[in-house]
């Protein structure tokens, strides 16, 4: 883990419901004052190593994170020892949910990852001097909550295959891991944690694929790497 000097703050939400599922969701404006005086809060760190720990599951929250880059998988460990995948987290996401001052899942940094790490008091102390910011997290909070209600739909109506073409689509929304050219998706995720996400087995998660190929929707070249073919992914989902 290594610290340096800022880099370009953006925070990844919009301010209506998202109209084209698949598409990279633009960024919040963030004014150049605004991002000098939001990077005078944060150390910026590096985790340099796929599988870094940011936070554990229980640790006393003192700091909120921003992603600038790579990709962040949180979880949280159920009673019996279960992992269950919360969310992956592109750059611009916010993350470090607390409850009684204490984080509820874990976050991992699944591929090199930079982050800003703000202390949340004095976070919190900014953002009501600052209203436009404020303004800025408030969005990205709705946001995430759309968000996550159409994940609820999503796990309690899809069967697995539309449960995986729906994950696959939103993953094809981040450039960085998605060509439009090639329509090659290179997914930073391992299977199990697909599995994990999507409340199933690995094994589940091959079969689904088989069906979302046989059917050709997608095609794998590797095991990473997958030709999506939106348009029937879409259909299929047929999620409105």
Known sequence: ???????????????SWPREHG???????????????????????????????????????????????GVVRTHHVLNNGERQVLAFLWPG??????????????????????VYRFPIRR?????????????????KAVYDLRNT?????????????????????DCS????YFDHRTKILTLPMNRDDIADYLGTSAETVTRALNRLESEGMVQRITARKIELKPAILKAFIDLN
């Open 123 to 139: 976070l919190e102390h900014f953002l009501l001097k600052n209203p436009s910011i404020q303004d800025s997290f408030f969005v």
């Open 1 to 15: 883990m290594t610290t340096r000097g800022h880099a370009d703050l953006r925070i990844r939400a919009v301010r």
């Open 23 to 69: 598409k990279e969701a633009p960024h919040l404006t963030l004014s150049a004052a605004d991002k000098v005086e939001l990077g005078r809060l944060a150390q910026i760190i590096e985790y340099k190593t796929v599988g870094s720990l940011i936070f554990s599951q229980g640790d006393e929250a003192t700091y909120l994170y921003l992603l600038a880059e």
């Open 173 to 176: 929304a981040h450039e960085h």
């Open 149 to 169: 209600q159409r994940q609820l739909i999503v796990m309690g109506r899809f069967d697995i295959p539309r449960r995986l073409a729906a994950f696959l689509l």
């Open 93 to 114: 996401d916010l993350f470090g949910l607390a409850e009684n001052g204490r984080y509820l899942s874990c976050a991992e940094a699944i591929t090199p990852s930079k």
